[in-house]
């Protein structure tokens, strides 16, 4: 296990290293707080179904600071849900289900927006027992403002870490959900104070 988690933070960390470059003295930064619900659909490699078409519940939070008018860097959660019917679920009620840390770049100009990230989690039905592992995020939608708040309908595509102690496997879940941001206040430079 202590092998695994090496490896896996072998990536992580240039990736957060890249990421906070961005933040090197920006001149203003807007910081956001965003809550996100919707629907989800997926599929588990361990189920041996393809896209399962029974939705779930998607959930996500995040924290934003838009380090410019287009870069912004996110740090949050998401607990994604989708029912199985086929393969081996068929005449079972199983519910897959993920829960991830998720971490990385938004960028946005006027109405359109778009994020990748890394995930980091595990994914699975209530018998399992997931290791922790690292998947990825991308998502996309258009942002709508009225006043400190922004409405932001998106659609996500995740691929979730699903190994456990047998088995090496992953789940892909696709979510249509809306958001709302709260614009929380601007990050100022250290230097514009003197």
């Known amino acids: 296990m202590r092998a695994f988690f090496e490896s896996r933070t072998g990536t992580l960390c240039p990736l957060l290293l890249a990421m906070l470059g961005y933040l090197h003295a920006p001149v203003e930064a807007q910081i956001y707080a965003e809550l996100r619900g919707g629907t989800a659909v997926g599929s588990h490699t361990a189920t041996a179904a393809a896209m399962e078409l ?65 995930l980091y989690g595990g994914t699975g039905a209530a018998t399992d027992e997931p290791n922790g592992g690292l998947g990825f995020e991308t998502s ?37 959900d809306l958001g709302v941001q709260l614009r929380l206040g601007i990050l100022s430079s250290p230097e514009l104070k003197d």
Do not use: M
């Not at 959660?77 to 199983?94: A, H, K, L, S, W």
């Not at 709508?144 to 892909?172: C, E, N």
């Open 54 to 118: 029974e939705p779930g519940l998607s959930v996500a939070g995040l924290l934003l600071i838009q380090t410019s008018g287009v870069v912004g860097i996110y740090a949050g959660f998401v607990r994604t849900e989708f029912g199985c019917i086929n393969g081996f679920c068929t005449d079972r009620d199983i519910t897959i289900t993920g829960n991830d840390i998720r971490l990385g770049l938004s960028l946005s100009r006027g109405r359109p927006w778009l994020q990748f990230g890394l």
């Open 140 to 176: 996309l939608g258009l942002a709508f403002s009225l006043g400190k708040l922004r409405f932001s309908p998106g659609l996500a595509y995740r691929r979730h870490d699903a190994d456990t102690a047998i088995r090496k496997d992953h789940a892909v879940s696709l979510s249509l």
